[in-house]
């Protein structure tokens, strides 16, 4: 009889402010109320008053019974916490700091860094959540959960160079194979805990849904599927919010998670802790994982955060506005992964699920992610060592990013920064070239928009799409020179 280890992941992001208009009046120690929701404090104090508390005192009383689990809080729900809810805080701290209780390593700012070419800044939120930890609840997490369950060989290598001992990521059938979750297995030199997809996903989505033929789940029926498992480890996996958030209280949700333990014990179902997986069972077998696989949507990889031209568009200005990080936890807080998430454009249920999760529609989501960056980046310029090379590189708002058209109107590609108008040029077509070029836009652009004058008069000079794209990249190179 297999044993089962429960995760559950606790974070709420600082949703960015749906009405933000540039202010420059507002200075830097009042940016968190310029660019950040007011709504934030609202949806914690709903959460925390259906879900955490609740959910929370049961666990407390199951875990003095005997029951076992991991917990992952993020950083940014723990400021929010320590900010207007610290009961709350102090009921988890109590959960984090019990006997039959672990609490799992992450990036603090539940970030998509990992997903960066460059490892450095996924290193250092993790090395910052850890210290957070220590400080919150006096212990140092030993293993590790990326957010959203984000994993592929290089995460592996990077999570197993900062001395974790093991990984939670998901069981996807196209890394596995025929292989079962079930077992502990290893990618490099980390081993690997793989989330049970079918088991969570029978509490974390079937649950409530009454056209599952399995509907109402009760605690006694799952914990039988349990103990009818093959295998030697169930990864169980949950976002937290699960239990009377997602799932209302009326569903029965919470009568079902204080009635599990007790099912699961009479079916001598043991619980296991994630670090006594590693010390006590043995690594079956290894898996390779070259590309990133999640927990997110049907497609279980990270298109739910890159899977469209928007996401990707913020995921490369993200990177390139570390140049302009002056305050770099601001700058930290625009890497968190549900801003990423609310652009998405998926349909059938992965669009439902997103939808669900969105406090606004991806278009508007896009556009508010980017004004704010714009915003941002702006800010810091006049610290900068090269002013003017700065102005050119930044990321710009919608209302000034250069749209390409043709005489029938926009052709649906748009430039946020220079860097993207560089690639762009080499994907457009040569109508839409041509058309800006005989109205003078580029020259209009590069001397308005970007206070670019020596860019300015190489274009009113430069006819074809080769001298253009030769001339572009050349000059950002050397703008990037003077500035990095």
């Not at 800044?121 to 959960?145: K, S, W, Y």
């Not at 592996?156 to 979750?181: C, H, M, N, Q």
């Not at 480890?233 to 919010?241: P, R």
């Amino acid at each position: 009889m297999p044993v089962v280890c429960f995760g559950f992941e606790v974070h709420q992001p600082y949703r960015l402010n749906r009405t933000f208009a540039p202010d420059r009046r507002v200075r830097k120690e009042d940016l968190e109320k310029l660019y950040f929701d007011t709504m934030n404090r609202a949806v914690l104090d709903r959460i925390c008053e259906k879900c955490y508390r609740p959910a929370t005192e049961i666990l407390l009383e199951k875990l003095d019974a005997g029951f076992g689990c991991a917990f992952l809080f993020s950083g940014t729900l723990i400021e929010q916490l320590e900010r207007w809810n610290p009961d709350v805080l102090a009921l988890f701290g109590h959960v984090a700091r019990h006997r039959n209780t672990e609490v799992l390593g992450q990036t603090y700012y539940h970030s998509i860094a990992g997903c960066f070419h460059n490892k450095a800044e996924f290193e250092e939120q993790v090395r910052m959540h850890a210290d957070l930890m220590h400080d919150i609840f006096g212990l140092r997490p030993t293993v590790f959960e990326n957010t959203e369950f984000t994993f592929n060989n290089q995460i592996a290598a990077t999570v197993r160079d900062l001395d974790y001992r093991g990984i939670f990521t998901e069981g996807v059938d196209r890394i596995l194979g025929w292989k079962s979750p079930d077992y502990l297995y290893q990618c490099g030199d980390l081993p690997v805990l793989l989330r049970n997809i079918r088991l969570s996903d029978d509490i974390a989505f079937r649950f409530a849904k009454t056209d599952w033929d399995k509907y109402p789940l009760r605690a006694d029926t799952y914990a039988g599927w349990l103990a009818a498992s093959p295998g030697e480890i169930i990864n169980i996996f949950l976002d937290y919010e699960t239990f009377s958030e997602h799932f209302w209280k009326e569903s029965g949700i919470l009568n079902f998670l204080h009635s599990l333990p007790e099912e699961m014990e009479a079916r001598n179902v043991r619980t296991i802790l994630p670090s006594q997986v590693l010390e006590r069972f043995p690594v079956r077998d290894t898996i390779d994982v070259p590309e990133t696989i999640s927990w997110a949507d049907v497609e279980k990889d990270a298109s739910a955060w890159m899977g469209n031209e928007r996401q990707l568009t913020a995921f490369s200005a993200i990177q390139k506005a570390k140049t302009f990080a002056i305050d770099k936890n601001m700058w930290r807080y625009l890497q968190t992964s549900d801003h990423f998430y609310y652009m998405a454009s998926k349909y059938g249920t992965s669009g439902e699920v997103h939808t669900y999760f969105s406090h606004h529609p991806p278009d508007e989501a896009f556009r508010t992610y980017m004004k704010i960056l714009a915003d941002f980046e702006a800010r810091s310029i006049r610290f900068m060592k090269n002013r003017r090379s700065a102005k050119a590189l930044r990321t710009l708002p919608f209302e000034e990013a250069f749209h390409f058209a043709g005489p029938g109107g926009y052709i649906g590609y748009t430039a946020f920064n220079l860097d993207q108008f560089s690639d762009l040029l080499s994907v457009v077509l040569g109508d839409s070239i041509a058309f800006h070029q005989e109205r003078g836009d580029f020259a209009n652009w590069a001397q308005d928009v970007l206070g670019d004058e020596q860019l300015a008069r190489s274009f009113g000079t430069t006819p074809d799409r080769n001298s253009l794209l030769a001339i572009v990249q050349e000059h950002r190179e050397q703008l990037w020179s003077h500035v990095t």
